[in-house]
């Protein structure tokens, strides 16, 4: 079993940038393939992006393609969403999530964090 913490969340203007972290806890993080999804008030959660376990393959929503980058530090536990050109359609809390498989769905993903929130002011 593997617990997720976010960071790194907060309010920004259109066009600027953040930079999402989650850390997660226990021995076997490496052996987890990871996401990012975000979700609206109101609306199911959405897939951002993905990592394979070895940081070889990554996976991008259309909508976010170009200027979000998802990556990994397997010896620091963590894995990273860099947020660019940000929209306030990009407004959002942002979830990291960890599997054994690869998906784009929520349902293929068993280990969440408990989120952070994504502002983007226009």
């Known amino acids: 079993q593997v617990q997720l913490v976010e960071s790194g969340g907060g309010l920004v203007q259109a066009g600027g940038s953040l930079r999402l972290s989650c850390a997660a806890s226990g021995r076997t993080f490496s052996r987890y393939n990871m996401g990012w999804f975000r979700q609206v008030p109101g609306k199911e959660r959405e897939f951002v992006a993905a990592i394979t376990w070895s940081g070889g393959s990554t996976y991008y929503a259309d909508s976010v393609k170009g200027r979000f980058t998802i990556s990994r530090d397997n010896a620091k536990n963590t894995v990273y969403l860099q947020m660019n050109s940000l929209k306030p359609e990009d407004t959002a809390v942002y979830y990291c999530?960890?599997?054994?498989?690869?998906?784009?769905?929520?349902?293929?993903?068993?280990?969440w964090g408990q989120g952070t929130q994504v502002t983007v002011s226009s």
């Open positions: 999530a960890a599997s054994y498989g690869l998906g784009f769905s929520e349902s293929g993903y068993p280990y």
